[in-house]
């Protein structure tokens, strides 16, 4: 379990006062927080600034699916919470239960102190990715999905899916575009969980599709 809270009267430092060292674990999963002095922590209390952003360090001995789940979660109007993936290049908005899938691999970039991290009221720009807004439906599906995009300009467009591995299953070149949509079959799909990543440029969005 990992702690946040938001209090003006702590800082982005670890404060003896409101944070909680993360102590040493030989625990096969370990998830922390990275205070601005460097201290890994399991109880972070900090102010709440748009645009800041909280990196995150996760570690396991196990190649595995994982799921992070946002309990308890109230913030005060107007605030956003995003959880940032770098690994994937996605934001996900954390709602009072969201769950984020993910995986661990044996690449080394799927875990560690450069996959994740909290924005605070990130821009728009970030969140959809440059400019670029990606929606699948339906998700879950069984045996179509169909993608819908529009990006800032015309622009060579592509989609790829891959596994939870990151193993290309197929990928398709939609040309020069601006926005539209595309179908993609599903009926040689095996049931489980794929990344569909869209690129558009130099931007890129990532979303998770569950085969049924």
């Not at 670890?14 to 370990?30: I, Q, T, V």
């Not at 979660?73 to 994937?88: A, F, M, P, T, V």
């Amino acid at each position: 379990m990992l702690i946040f809270k938001f209090n003006d009267a702590a800082t982005d430092n670890e404060d003896a006062r409101y944070d909680g060292a993360k102590p040493p674990s030989p625990s096969p999963l370990n998830f922390y927080s990275w205070s601005a002095d460097k201290v890994k922590l399991a109880a972070d209390v900090r102010p709440f600034a748009a645009g800041k952003v909280i990196p995150l360090g996760i570690t396991s001995s196990y190649a595995q699916e994982f799921i992070m789940k946002a309990d308890n979660l109230s913030l005060s109007s107007g605030e956003q919470l995003y959880l940032h993936d770098k690994y994937l290049q996605s934001y996900t908005l954390l709602q009072q239960g969201t769950e984020y899938k993910f995986s661990i691999t044996k690449d080394p970039a799927s875990q560690g102190d450069a996959r994740f991290e909290l924005s605070l009221n990130p821009s728009d720009a970030l969140t959809q990715g440059g400019g670029l807004n990606v929606q699948m439906a339906p998700n879950p599906a069984s045996d179509n999905v169909t993608i819908s995009y529009s990006a800032s300009a015309k622009l060579p467009t592509s989609v790829r899916v891959m596994d939870m591995e990151g193993v290309t299953i197929l990928t398709q070149d939609l040309g020069i575009q601006q926005s539209g949509s595309t179908e993609i079959s599903l009926e040689k799909f095996a049931s489980g969980v794929y990344l569909v990543e869209f690129t558009s440029g130099s931007d890129k969005v990532v979303h998770r599709l569950v085969k049924e």
